[in-house]
């Protein structure tokens, strides 16, 4: 079959990736559906994946992708047959539930990311526990895909750790990245007050003609002064980040009193320099953030098969081009999605 493949760790990732037309084919195990894809989107995930991650033991060479959707062609033992013939989106989140101890009632979720565990949708066709897909009917796959991943992120973000309300101001830094754009689109249809950041004044354009409320230019000094003018100096009651260590600083001192900062990565590093005096003086709560459930997953598609929110679209390439994807988010030249096509007739982008 046809798949992306990463050849081996390095940085920059792009000159390991090649396109074939020679991996195996997988099959589906029990429980399991072979889904043949119709079109799959990057995440920064896969370049942590092409770079190597640490503890992630990956065999060589891997294809990456946890955002896909197409149709089902197969099904495992134990999968009910009807599922053949239907299109679906794919949560990529799979909750394997463990035992802290043998012999105890505790026990917490375990996440595995079909795209970083195991292989993903990069491919013309990949596998994944029918229990993490959702039947999405006539929605088109390139929307789809382009939502799945960063809306859900988002959502749990917003309003699962969040608790986002309407008219509150939400600080979303790093506008133009996945999961950025999908947390503003999601605080726009809630109600909140958006203000974003880039070091792109383009982006940033782009933002305000998205609807965002506030955008100011990150020239790498502090703007958190900026920030606190925008809201009559008391500051925002949230902030949406997956920037990290570089701005973490100036997030903090954008809260208000009671203000709620939530992460759910960091592309410019983990190792962030907190004010512990900043946090405890005026009851800041930090929160972490990771993927999301089914539940919540069926939650935010909603909103996409309602035409309430919809993901932004950078550049949509055939498959045959598909490691120029993975180029253009390594350089940070993208806003929005980047969405491989895997059919005959790819759109062209």
Do not use: Y
Request: aromatic share 6%.
């Amino acid at each position: 079959m046809r798949a992306l493949e990463i050849e081996r760790a390095g940085t920059p990732v792009l000159p390991n990736v090649r396109f074939t037309r020679d991996r195996a084919e997988p099959t589906p195990a029990a429980g399991e559906a072979l889904v043949r894809t119709e079109a799959s989107a990057l995440n920064h995930l896969d370049l942590w994946v092409g770079r190597g991650l640490p503890g992630v033991k990956t065999s060589w060479p891997f294809v990456s992708g946890s955002d896909g959707a197409g149709i089902v062609a197969a099904v495992g033992a134990g999968v009910d047959p009807s599922w053949v013939g239907r299109r679906v989106l794919l949560n990529a989140a799979v909750q394997r539930r463990h035992d802290e101890r043998p012999d105890s009632i505790a026990a917490g979720e375990q996440i595995e990311m079909i795209g970083e565990h195991r292989p993903g949708t990069l491919a013309e066709l990949f596998t994944a526990p029918v229990s993490n897909l959702l039947d999405i009917g006539d929605l088109d796959p390139v929307e789809a895909a382009a939502f799945g991943l960063t809306h859900l992120t988002a959502w749990r973000m917003l309003i699962t750790r969040g608790n986002a309300k309407p008219g509150e101001f939400v600080l979303i830094p790093g506008i133009g990245g996945g999961v950025a754009l999908a947390a503003h689109g999601i605080a726009k249809w809630l109600g909140c007050v958006t203000i974003v950041s880039s070091r792109s004044a383009g982006k940033l354009a782009r933002a305000k003609e998205l609807g965002a409320d506030h955008a100011i230019l990150d020239t790498g000094t502090d703007w958190s002064k900026e920030v606190r003018s925008l809201t009559n100096r008391r500051g925002v009651e949230l902030c949406i980040d997956s920037v990290g260590a570089a701005i973490h600083p100036q997030c903090l001192r954008c809260l208000c009193r009671g203000g709620r900062f939530v992460t759910c990565g960091a592309t410019s590093g983990g190792d962030a320099v907190t004010d512990l005096t900043r946090v405890f003086w005026n009851q800041l709560s930090i929160l972490g953030s990771t993927m999301g459930s089914m539940s919540e997953f069926r939650a935010v598609v909603a909103l996409l098969r309602a035409g309430a929110v919809r993901p932004v679209i950078d550049q949509v390439s055939p498959a045959e081009r598909g490691a120029t994807a993975f180029g253009r988010l390594e350089r940070g030249d993208h806003f929005g999605k980047v969405v491989v096509d895997w059919r005959a007739s790819g759109r062209r982008g």
